[in-house]
Nanobody
Framework: QVHLVESGGGLVQPGGSLRLSCVAS????????VSWFRQAPAKEREFVAG????????EYGDSMKGRVTISRDSAKNTVYLQMNSLRPEDTAIYYC????????????????????WGQGTQVTVSS
């Protein structure tokens, strides 16, 4: 059973930065592809960024492309999401999700691809 815990959210002013962390346990992390999603109030959950199991491939969603960087540290079983130039419309709960990846360069973008989710971390961008 994969257990994911996000952290790093909070209140930040427009233009500010945050780094979210997703720590995994209960799994061979090097076999897992991981993605970040977000869900704003009254909106559907959307893909933000994804990274293949050994960081061989990375993909970004359109909403934050150019302002976010996803990375992973397998020694720490952690995936990071560095977010810069934050805007009020980035306010949402951010979730990480993990799935077993047979192929090293697979990145997953759909919610249904994932069986394991964290509890989410709130990001609020406001002055």
């Amino acid at each position: 059973q994969v257990h994911l815990v996000e952290s790093g959210g909070g209140l930040v002013q427009p233009g500010g930065s945050l780094r979210l962390s997703c720590v995994a346990s209960g799994v061979t992390f090097s076999n897992q592809a991981v993605s970040w999603f977000r869900q704003a109030p009254a909106k559907e959950r959307e893909f933000v960024a994804g990274i293949s199991r050994d960081a061989y491939k990375i993909e970004y969603g359109d909403s934050m492309k150019g302002r976010v960087t996803i990375s992973r540290d397998s020694a720490k079983n952690t995936v990071y999401l560095q977010m810069n130039s934050l805007r009020p419309e980035d306010t949402a709960i951010y979730y990480c999700a993990a799935t077993f990846a047979l192929i090293r360069f697979s990145v997953y973008r759909r919610e249904g691809d994932f069986g394991s989710w964290g509890q989410g971390t709130q990001v609020t961008v406001s002055s």
